[in-house]
Structures are given as structure tokens and as C-alpha cells.
């Protein structure tokens, strides 16, 4: 007794297998043998048909079976050994023994879906492939791809098999779906699994991705920006920002004659300018194609000749500017016509303005403004301008003395109706008590601001005017113009030398009628001197002030046309010379037009006609000097100094 044939695989899928017991000759009685099994497979894997196995007499084959029990769980191969055990009726032959492998055929594996369909030509798809359980050791399971659609024109995969880790029941590939320009049906790409050997396909074991084409065919007509219906005004096609460059209007325009037409001209039309000549449309001729220059008067330009993709080329050229710093916001609409041979389309595209807000621009007058330290405030720019391209209202002025010294004011004469002034920092600050001012209110009242210093020394001073706007604009800050500087030149005042007060003439104060005899000789000493008739005229429309000037060493100044004399000369008291044509007091000669008492009641005192003669030089425009003549810094108590001709020459020589 023995088996038939040896050892074999089966698949866990195979069912039942039959095998037999074979005699080597016929027996008399029937032949029965016990199977022993043993190996790794065990009874949840396989199932005998019979533990004993009978041979009837007369003959010498009995059939028994194996049945393989197909389970869903991915295992390694398994072994059965079948063995024959003694055998009553017989004996035992060689083939006493075989065994069994069982391959497993698992996991079973599919694709998660069998299909997808995209409605756009881009974005990337996951394509998932599952086992039916998860998998003992990692597994790769490869595929392949065919269809309309082609790898590396319409689509790439991220790998070319799928990757299951172990433990896992799914892997994913990506695909991702590539973006063309051209004109295409819809187009397909289908993934076949592969599954490698010991495993088995599943269902779905096909995946196919439908890859719908984005691109649409021209209309017949005229087609601007993909829109055909007639409407295509109410989404703009963008803004035209102020200053910015030319604006493409449209870009994607398609021309499409109909039927048998042909195109004859393309007319391009700005509905409205309320910008006049600053609004335009221009073009770039293309081809055989040229383009009318841009009619202000009918708005239009006209694009003829050529073929028909080159009057496109021109009219997808077709840009919008507006060069006003000024313009009007809100809406331009524009009208294409397509004319055929014979008939038209025209479509309307809109387009939306952006002003920008332009910074305010101050200007000053030319020149700078004297000022002697001590005088009365002068007016820093009663000339100042200003303008703004929008006209916006204002909100601030700045005024700042750049290079200010500690004696140093701004102010505006109070009241300026409708202003607040603050100095603070070397900056006043105006505002409008509404918020807001226009531009000719705030004029004003910059024309009013004035400078002054109790500051003594020769110098100058820079003030920087810089006006702040509205906008004009919702949610958009003002614009603040450039800053401009008016200069200042500050001159001190004619001071006494250096010298004690005497207590008697503390309570003196010049009269007018004290004063105007030495005036008149003031005059008639500049004018021995050579003073020219037009320099005696300024000197007579002079007007002199007699005022109480506060700083302790300052006798007199000069401003404008106007002369200011201290009441008592700085409280050193006034010499009022009662013989004012001769000069017989002063008996020590100090130069050729100088000289000093040295008794009598000038010795103590200042010499008013030395300073009205002084200050008649600066009304001349003459500036002081260092040396100790007639235009000296300072003037000491009980001193003339008058002029001569070669002295005056010498004065202005040097103004020229
Ligand atoms: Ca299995
Ligand atoms: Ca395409
Ligand atoms: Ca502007
Ligand atoms: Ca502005
Ligand atoms: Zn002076």
C-alpha cells in the first residue's frame, strides 16, 4: 500500500484536491490504512475526507480528499504531511508519505473606487489600492496605466506600484493632472493592479480617472474675456489706478467671423471721458493689422487690415490711460465692435478709476524776511500759497523753525478765527477748530504767522512750512506736502556799550517834539554826506516810534520803514542836543567823524543823534559793522560818531 505521487503545492484556493492510495496488486481481501497528518497547516486550514482509508477487494485505488479552506488572512505558505499508517491487509510500500504546501492567496486586493471624473484640467487626484486584510509584510503591488490620456503630457503618477506597509490595508499613489492650453475632448486614464504572486485581484481591479478638458473652443463672434453674453460690463475687468501704466482692457479677446464672413474692422470706444484729453486708448499694430490713432473728439480708434488674428493681436493690445492727477473715480465704459462682412457684434467691458490722493504744495516767496531782535513779530510769508491738484480740505499746518535759538517765537496774532495755534518744540501747529479747513482759509492763516526772538546776535533762521490734506478718500489717509523754507535773517539792535544806568534818567522818556529837530538833522547830515535823492526819500517817508524797548541794552531799530527809539536809551538817558547842527560838546576828537564830551550833560548820556542817524543807515539796507563808526554794533554813553562823503561812498560800495 502507498500513495500516488509526491509532494505538491496548492493554492489556498484550490478546493479539494483528490489523492490515492494505491495497491502494487490486487488483494483478496480489502486493504485499510490509517492517515496520520501532521506540519505547520492545522485543522482551520484543511479538512480530510476520511482518517481511514479502505481499499475494497478486487480492486486497487481508493480516492480520499483534501479540502483547502480559502480564509481572507494574508499568512505564509503552510505544510500538511500526509502519512500512511500500518496497514491491515497489506503491506506498506516506499511512497508511504507526502506533503502538502499550501501558497496562501492572500491579501486580496482592488482599487478603492473604480472611477473618478474631474471637472478641471488641474489639481492632483489620490488613488487609493486596499487589501481585504491587512498585509503580514510590507508588499509592493504594482500597476500599470494606459488610455486617451498620456503620462507626462496630460498626467504623472507619483510612483508606478503601490506600497502597502505591513500591518496596513491600503496604499496610495498620487496623480496628478497637468494643465494644457489646448482645445480637447474629454480624456481618460485607467490603472490595471498587477497583483504580485500569493496574492489575488480583488474588484474593482481597474481604476480609470475621467479628466474633463477646461479649455473652451472660441465662440463664433466676438468674444471678450471668455464672457459672451452681452453683459460682460458688470465684472470689470479691473482698476485703473491714478499714475499707474496703461491698462490692458482685454486681453483674451477672441474674433471668430461667422459662417462664410469675414472680418472687416474692429472699432474699440470710450463711452464717456470726463477727464478729457488726460483719457486715451491706444494700440499696438500687429501683423498686417494698423489701429486709427485714438480720436479724442469720437473717442474711438479703429483696427483694420490684416487677418483676422492679427486685428485680435491688435485688439487684445487695446490698453486705457488716464494721465489726470485729478480723475474722476467710479466707472469708463468701453465698447468693442466686431465688424463683419456682414453683420456686427459689439460687447462692453467696464473699467474702474482709482484716484490717488496728491500731497498739498506749498509756496513760499522768494527771498528772505529781516528781522531785529527786540522789533515787533514779522510776518514770516504774507505771500505763501498753496494749492492741491484734488482741492482737498486740510487738516494741519506745520511751521517749524528748523535751526531755532531759545529766545525764538511763532505765533498768529490772536484771534484767527476758526484756527488753534500751538508752539511747542519749535513748531506751531495749526488746526481748524472744525477738523477740517479749505485751502484759502489755512492760506490765511498761514499768511499770518510771524516769527520773532528776544535772541541777540546776527544770524538766521529756516522756517519749514508743511500742510497735511484730507484725502479725500474713505479710509485713506492725507497726503502731507513737501516741506518749503522761507529764511529769516535776525540782526541785533543798535545797543549801548557797555555801561552803568544812571538813576536820574530812569524816569525820562523822549517826547516827539524832543525828537523830530534831530530827525530833521539826521537827515540833512546824510545828505551833506552825498545820500542820493531816492535815498533821502526813504529816509523821509520813514516813520519813528517812541516805544519803551525791553531788552536792557537796546536803544534803537530799525524794521520796514520804520525806526523804533527806546523812551530813555536803554536807562541810560537820552543826550537831546539843542544845537544839533554842531557838534561842540564832543571836544575829544576819536576820528574824523567821531568824538567824545568830556563834561557837560552828554558825557552821561546816549547821543540820540548818533542813533537816529544809525538807523537811518539800516533803512538804506545797510547792515552793521564791527568797527566803531557811524553803522557800530554799539554805542558807548557821551559819544557822536556822525558821517563823512568817503565814508558813505565806502558803505555802498560795498552793496553795490
Ligand atoms: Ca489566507
Ligand atoms: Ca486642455
Ligand atoms: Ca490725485
Ligand atoms: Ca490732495
Ligand atoms: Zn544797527
Known amino acids: 500500500v502507498q500513495l500516488a505521487g509526491g509532494n505538491f503545492n496548492v493554492s489556498e484556493s484550490v478546493g479539494t484536491v483528490p489523492l490515492s492510495v494505491t495497491l502494487s496488486s490486487l488483494a483478496p481481501t480489502a486493504v485499510t490504512v490509517p492517515i496520520v497528518v501532521s506540519g505547520s497547516a492545522d485543522g482551520q486550514d484543511y479538512r480530510l475526507s476520511t482518517t481511514t482509508v479502505t481499499i475494497p477487494a478486487g480492486q486497487t ?6 479540502s483547502v479552506t480559502d480564509d481572507q488572512l494574508d499568512e505564509l505558505p503552510e505544510t500538511l504531511t500526509i502519512q500512511l499508517g500500518t496497514p491491515t491487509g497489506g503491506e506498506l510500500g516506499t511512497n508511504s508519505a507526502l506533503t502538502v504546501t499550501i501558497d496562501d492567496n492572500d491579501p486580496v486586493l482592488s482599487f478603492a473606487r ?31 496605466s494606459y488610455g486617451r490620456a498620456t503620462l507626462g503630457v496630460d498626467y504623472t503618477l507619483s510612483a508606478n506600484a503601490f506600497q502597502f506597509v505591513a500591518g496596513s490595508s491600503t496604499a496610495a499613489v498620487t496623480l496628478t493632472i497637468l494643465d494644457d492650453a489646448v482645445v480637447e475632448s474629454s480624456e481618460a486614464v485607467t490603472l490595471s493592479l498587477q497583483p504580485p504572486p500569493n496574492t489575488s485581484l480583488g474588484s474593482p481591479g481597474l481604476y480609470t480617472l475621467f479628466i474633463s478638458d477646461n479649455d473652451t473652443p472660441p465662440a463664433v463672434g466676438l468674444d471678450l474675456n471668455g464672457l459672451v453674453t452681452g453683459q460682460d460690463f458688470l465684472s470689470p475687468v479691473g482698476d485703473f489706478v491714478e499714475d499707474a501704466a496703461a491698462l490692458v482692457i482685454v486681453p483674451n479677446a477672441t474674433v471668430v467671423p461667422p459662417g462664410v464672413q469675414t472680418l472687416t474692422s474692429i472699432t474699440v470706444y470710450l463711452e464717456s471721458a470726463p477727464n478729457g484729453a488726460a483719457e486715451l486708448l491706444s494700440a499696438v499694430n500687429f501683423g498686417g493689422a494698423t489701429t486709427t490713432a485714438y480720436n479724442p473728439t469720437t473717442r474711438a480708434l479703429t483696427i483694420s487690415g490684416g487677418s483676422t488674428s492679427d486685428q485680435q493681436a491688435v485688439l487684445r493690445s487695446v490698453a486705457y490711460q488716464n494721465s489726470s492727477q485729478n480723475p474722476m473715480s467710479g466707472g469708463r465704459f468701453i465698447t468693442v465692435t466686431a465688424n463683419f462682412s456682414a453683420s456686427s457684434e459689439s460687447r462692453r467691458r467696464k473699467l474702474n478709476i482709482t484716484p490717488v490722493d496728491d500731497a498739498p504744495v506749498v509756496t513760499i516767496t522768494a527771498g528772505s524776511v529781516p528781522y531785529i531782535t527786540g522789533n515787533l513779530p514779522v510776518l514770516v510769508d504774507s505771500g505763501i500759497a498753496l494749492t492741491d491738484i484734488e482741492n482737498n480740505r486740510l487738516v494741519r499746518a506745520e511751521v517749524t523753525i528748523t535751526d531755532a535759538e531759545s529766545g525764538d517765537l511763532l505765533s498768529l496774532p490772536s484771534p484767527v478765527a476758526g484756527f488753534k495755534a500751538t508752539y511747542a518744540g519749535s513748531t506751531l501747529t495749526i488746526t481748524a477748530t472744525a477738523g477740517t479747513g479749505n485751502l484759502a482759509a489755512f492760506r490765511s492763516a498761514l499768511s499770518r504767522v510771524q516769527f520773532s526772538t528776544t535772541t541777540l ?8 512750512f508743511v500742510v497735511t490734506d484730507t484725502s479725500g478718500l474713505a479710509g485713506v489717509a492725507g497726503a502731507t506736502s513737501a516741506p518749503v523754507v522761507r529764511a529769516l535773517t535776525v540782526q541785533s539792535p543798535l545797543l549801548v556799550a557797555a555801561s552803568p544806568l544812571t538813576s536820574a534818567a530812569a524816569n525820562e522818556s523822549l517826547t516827539s517834539s524832543q525828537l523830530a529837530p534831530l530827525v530833521h538833522e539826521s537827515l540833512a547830515r546824510w545828505e551833506s554826506a552825498g545820500a542820493t535823492a531816492a535815498q533821502l526819500n526813504v529816509l523821509r517817508a520813514a516813520t519813528i516810534e517812541i516805544r519803551d524797548l525791553s531788552d536792557p541794552r537796546t536803544l534803537a531799530l530799525a524794521g520796514g520803514n520804520t525806526i523804533v527809539v527806546d523812551t530813555n536809551a536803554a536807562g541810560r538817558g537820552w543826550f537831546v542836543d539843542s544845537t544839533p547842527t554842531t557838534d561842540e560838546e564832543f571836544t575829544v576828537p576819536l576820528s574824523t567823524s567821531a568824538a567824545r564830551a568830556t563834561s557837560g550833560p552828554a558825557v552821561e548820556r546816549v547821543d540820540l543823534l548818533t542813533t537816529v542817524m544809525h538807523e537811518f543807515g539800516h533803512l538804506l539796507g545797510l547792515d552793521d559793522h564791527a568797527t566803531d563808526d557811524l553803522l557800530g554794533k554799539s554805542l558807548p554813553l557821551g559819544t557822536r560818531r556822525t558821517l563823512t562823503a568817503a565814508e558813505l561812498n565806502q558803505y555802498f560800495s560795498h552793496v553795490g
Open 61 to 66: 485505488r481508493a480516492i480520499f480528499t483534501l
Open 457 to 464: 546776535g546776527d544770524g538766521a533762521r529756516s522756517v519749514s
Open 114 to 144: 473604480n472611477t473618478d471624473t474631474t471637472s478641471d484640467e488641474n489639481g492632483t487626484i489620490t488613488v487609493i489600492a486596499r487589501s481585504l486584510s491587512p498585509v503580514i509584510a510590507d508588499l509592493t503591488v504594482p500597476f500599470t
